[in-house]
């Protein structure tokens, strides 16, 4: 018999997937007809400019707007650069206007809410904004949200602007983050990579400068807020999204109803090769803005869409 002691036993090795520390859930509404245009479109200004324009004119025409977000149990304000020219038109490629997307929307507003609400499902993605506006929605996916990438595209026009509000807020975030972080709690308060980058939807490929990552060769996110506003941009805006969108994408509409006809129109042809679900408000205690809606979307076979259609989006993380 051996003098020597036996070796303790290793430890074995666990042979199922541990419990996930954390399960975001999602609750939907596939049927996006029923859910949506129920009633008559909102046809008149009457009682507030929320109606039927999905903005504030007031608000919008200041320079900046104050958001207040909840971020891991805090409350954070900033201010959001903003400039509105009444003489933008949507249509012309090369206007140097700022235009209306220059302002901070409801629907974008609404969008922000969902990401302080909902960060896990931003984590460690790449995203590209379609539109960014003042780029405020995919800062918040940056900084909140902790997205690996972002990328905010729209007009060259809209570049100064988009870059003021990566400095001037970011700097907040950076402030806040550095101010919670103990010994206890790792809090990521290195800058995300943020960057703009002047993208015109339709047939054309991205700028070269604009890339996702090593393992998947498509956005993991796109975020599009209140690009419905002009139904000129639908048949480009649906080529970009064809073009962009792999199996694994999500992609993540923040939407203000105003014409039924044309906008029913668009969601059909997205329909046809996208799986839609509309996000249940009351479910993730937002209260909900007049007509505005947040639609997750997934190309039809594909991972993103699987999980839709489950009518609640399962994250573990």
């Known amino acids: 018999m051996s003098t020597f002691a036996s070796p303790p036993l290793p430890t074995p090795t666990p042979t199922t997937t541990p419990t996930p520390t954390s399960q975001l859930s999602i609750a939907l509404n596939l049927n996006w007809r029923s859910y949506i245009f129920t009633s008559p479109a909102p046809l008149s200004l009457s ?33 959001v650069a903003q400039k509105l020219d009444s003489e933008y038109q949507v249509g012309l490629q090369n206007s140097s206007a700022l235009g209306v997307g220059a302002v901070v929307w409801d629907a974008g507003d609404l969008l922000l809410k969902f990401i302080s609400v909902y960060p896990s499902l931003f984590k460690n993605k790449t995203l590209i904004d379609l539109g960014s506006g003042t780029g405020i929605v995919g800062i918040v996916a940056g900084w909140v949200g902790k997205s690996r990438t972002v990328w905010l595209t729209d007009h ?15 700097n907040i975030f950076r402030t806040h983050f550095s101010s919670t972080t103990t010994t206890t709690t790792t809090t990521n308060t290195d800058a995300p990579f943020i960057k703009f980058e002047h993208y015109w939807w339709g047939p054309n490929p991205l700028p070269a400068t604009i890339k996702t990552n090593n393992d998947n060769p498509h956005f993991d996110i796109i975020v599009a807020s ?32 105003r014409m039924n006809d044309r906008e029913i129109s668009f969601f059909e042809q997205l329909e046809g090769k996208f799986v839609l679900g509309v996000v249940d408000l009351n479910a993730f205690g937002c209260e909900p803005y007049t007509e505005t ?8 076979g594909g991972d993103a869409a699987k999980m839709i259609e489950e009518e609640e989006f399962r994250l573990n993380y």
């Open 47 to 79: 009682g507030t400019q929320k109606t039927r324009l999905g903005v504030n004119y007031m608000i919008a025409s200041s320079p900046f707007r104050e958001i207040t977000l909840s971020v891991e149990s805090s409350l954070v304000t900033f201010k």
């Open 156 to 170: 060259e026009s809209l570049r100064t602007l988009n870059e003021e509000n990566m400095e001037s807020v970011g």
């Open 226 to 257: 209140d690009d419905l506003y002009d139904d000129k941009a639908f048949p480009p805006l649906l080529q970009t999204l064809e073009l962009i969108t792999g199996d694994r994408t999500l992609v993540i509409f923040t939407y203000k109803r």
């Open 293 to 300: 809606y947040i639609i997750l979307a997934g190309i039809k």
